[in-house]
């Protein structure tokens, strides 16, 4: 079977961060004997076409020093921190069209395109150019559904078009599945990140909670940006800390850095807020294990957007961490409230800081809480089992393509 998975970034180099889940799926469809590859669009004339042991064709969309819409950022957050980038959208999608025609050529069995808001049209290419014998998946991750949603509402006949021409459509989370079946009503597969999940050695995991007399350290994983909510959690960590002693460290960096700093000034928490930047693997893993407890306080931006899944957060439960999150977007899907972590309403600092120090006021419920959070992780986000769902969602699809065609 042969499948192109048509991705907007896909690692530059081996250390590179961007999209590890998808970097581990294209390597376990390999291993199972599908020749699966990834289209993903050149940054700055390169890299190689092979990446982490996967075959990519990239291609080429403007002279090499303008070739920066994607990687660094996410396209969106790229026009809107840079609007001259728009101007390299019409040349983006020409090349790409022209790229996945040149594969579709080849005859690949399925084309997997990841956020369809615009691929979709690499897929038609791909597919037109196959004679229409292509199969094609359409997964959506719930940015490209809440930005036209609340910003680009012009564009939501395209979005219907995206959900209609596809064989099979999958979703990232059951909301981001209910916003898919609002644009089109038609059958969408919930299949999540399966997170590149730490083989942790129970010698690395310090219990948490486990010292009432040390500060309560708070951690926080991801990109520093809007839907973060980071701002959030350090109003939070001022208001917990008239109770209780605590710091919060945050590992990873954006275009709310300053934004974060600042809101640590006003809030008199500078000394307790420690920002780490990008971090090594190893450096990460001694974050998590130290941590008392791991907060995702994710909010609704001001482009309508959330967290699509909050994959983080199985990275912390993979180190026995009790989670609080906010309770938005895909993260009741890995959070259920009590049972596998705690949510809190989005943007309220008080009412975090209280969950906070609820969690930390009862540290063996918090542990009994975060290992079973840990065992459901490992059970509903397998790769054994998205694995499994994602070869489902393509057997539909490619049967779906051969009804059309006869």
């Not at 909301?175 to 010698?203: E, F, H, K, L, N």
Request: aromatic share 6%; proline share 7%; with cysteine.
């Amino acid at each position: 079977m042969r499948v192109v998975h048509v991705a907007t970034a896909f690692p530059r180099h081996r250390d590179d961060p961007i999209t590890p889940w998808l970097v581990e799926l294209v390597r376990r469809q390999r291993q199972a004997g599908i020749d699966a590859t990834v289209l993903a669009p050149a940054y700055r004339g390169g890299p190689e076409d092979e990446a982490s042991g996967v075959p990519v064709h990239r291609f080429r969309y403007a002279p090499r020093f303008m070739e920066t819409l994607t990687h660094d950022q996410t396209v969106p957050d790229r026009i809107r921190d840079r609007p001259a980038s728009a101007a390299l959208v019409p040349a983006y999608l020409a090349a790409g069209c022209a790229a996945a025609a040149a594969l579709g050529r080849g005859g690949p069995d399925l084309v997997h395109v990841h956020w369809p808001m615009p691929h979709a049209l690499f897929g038609a290419s791909m597919r037109r150019a196959s004679g229409g014998r292509t199969a094609m998946v359409c997964s959506f991750y719930s940015v490209e559904v809440n930005w036209v949603e609340h910003r680009l509402p012009w564009l939501r006949p395209f979005l219907g078009w995206t959900i209609r021409t596809a064989d099979a459509v999958t979703a990232i989370s059951s909301s981001t599945a209910s916003a898919v079946q609002g644009q089109a009503d038609r059958p969408v597969a919930v299949i999540p990140y399966a997170a590149v999940i730490p083989d942790v050695s129970p010698a690395l995991i310090r219990p948490a909670l486990s010292n009432p007399q040390d500060p309560l350290r708070l951690l926080f994983v991801g990109r520093l940006v809007e839907r973060k909510g980071v701002e959030v959690l350090v109003r939070a960590l001022a208001r917990l800390r008239h109770r209780r002693d605590a710091e919060l460290v945050i590992v990873g960096s954006g275009n709310r850095v300053d934004s974060v700093r600042q809101t640590a000034a006003l809030e008199g928490v500078t000394d307790y807020v420690h920002f780490r930047g990008f971090v090594t693997a190893e450096r990460l893993a001694r974050e998590y294990a130290e941590s008392d407890i791991f907060v995702l306080p994710a909010v609704v931006d001001s482009r309508g957007d959330t967290e699509g899944l909050g994959v983080v957060l199985l990275e912390a439960l993979a180190y026995e961490r009790p989670v609080v999150a906010s309770r938005a977007g895909g993260i009741p899907d890995i959070v259920i409230d009590g049972v596998t972590g705690w949510l809190s309403d989005p943007g309220d600092s008080e009412v975090l800081a209280q969950r906070i120090l609820d969690v930390a006021s009862d540290p063996d419920e918090a542990r009994r809480v975060a290992a079973r959070g840990k065992r459901e992780a490992e059970m509903r986000f397998s790769w054994e089992r998205i694995l499994e769902e994602t070869m489902g969602a393509y057997a539909s699809a490619m049967e779906a393509r051969r009804e059309r065609q006869d």
